[in-house]
């Protein structure tokens, strides 16, 4: 028998994905729930400001809002320094970040080491909650948060989510109005549970000249810090962010270092000739 060549060519098009149809006996997996769902953690959780310990604990538990991907994690009220945690009113309007997307049943502020920390904590407006309190992962709230010893940014990490960088010989094809801005065969593609799939592809197969200098940065706990950011215009003209690069990321993820990868609602990006649009960020 002859071995299959991973890396050869097809020129076979690539059909239509066909779906089973879900029903009582079949569901889609990674469906979030549209309810309340919450999962036991056995991690040790710590989130400190300075040398404060605002958070220890061992018997937290991971809480997903209805429909909602990212958990958050819930701490029994003893083990949260609730000493320094004083009532406040609601934050104004969303903040931009994951949670909590529905309104609080309390908010607090933190008191410590002299400064007030606004909205770093709160407790949910469901009764089956009762008896735990959420501190918020914000951007400078708390200084840090570890999960053992190990510090963890943006948001808790689901035991559940699973995040794969694979290369690729699959032809990937990025174009803007009509213009070509990468093209590729080694491509690292990156497979994250619940969300489409990323292609990250080397710098020199996509055209930076097409591409506009961004500030943005972003974060993820996962992969790490995101600091290189380009624009490409829009319907309208405006500039808006368009692909991100991970200069230095998490180990797991090593092989995307420095690769670029596109939104795809402000991009077309081809597959084997398959638009993989999804309009998700």
Not at 62 to 70: D, F, I, Q, R, T
Not at 146 to 163: G, K, L, Q, S
Not at 219 to 227: M, R
Not at 257 to 277: L, Y
Request: net charge negative.
């Amino acid at each position: 028998m002859t071995a299959t060549d991973p890396t050869a060519r097809t020129t076979t098009p690539v059909p239509p994905r066909a779906l089973p149809q879900a029903g009582p006996n079949l569901v889609a997996r990674f469906e979030y729930p549209s309810t309340w769902s919450f999962s036991p953690s056995e991690r040790w959780l710590r989130g400190v400001v300075g040398e404060v310990a605002i958070v220890d604990s061992r018997d937290q538990i991971l809480v997903w809002e209805p429909k909602a991907k990212v958990p958050e994690y819930g701490f029994p009220l003893a083990q949260v320094r609730t000493d320094l945690l004083v009532e406040t009113d609601a934050p104004p309007a969303d903040r931009g970040f994951y949670r909590p997307r529905r309104p609080a049943r309390t908010w607090y502020d933190l008191h410590v080491d002299g400064r007030i920390i606004r909205h770093a904590a709160w407790t949910w407006d469901i009764p089956e909650l009762e008896g735990f309190i959420a501190v918020n992962w914000f951007h400078d709230v708390l200084d840090a948060w570890y999960e053992e010893d190990e510090r963890v940014i943006t948001h808790p990490r689901d035991p559940c989510n699973r995040v794969d960088a694979l290369p690729s010989s699959r032809h990937v094809v990025v174009s803007h109005d009509g213009r070509v801005i990468a093209d590729s065969t080694d491509a690292v593609l990156v497979f994250e549970t619940g969300l489409p799939t990323r292609y990250y592809l080397p710098r020199n197969d996509v055209d930076l000249t097409a591409l506009g200098a961004s500030t943005t940065w972003s974060e993820c706990p996962y992969k790490g810090f995101a600091t290189d950011y380009w624009t490409l215009p829009n319907a309208e003209g405006v500039d808006e962010d368009a692909a991100w690069s991970y200069p230095d990321p998490k180990y797991p993820v090593a092989p995307i270092a420095g690769r670029i990868a596109f939104f795809p609602e402000r991009v077309q990006i081809t597959v084997d000739g398959v638009d993989v649009g999804t309009g998700r960020r």
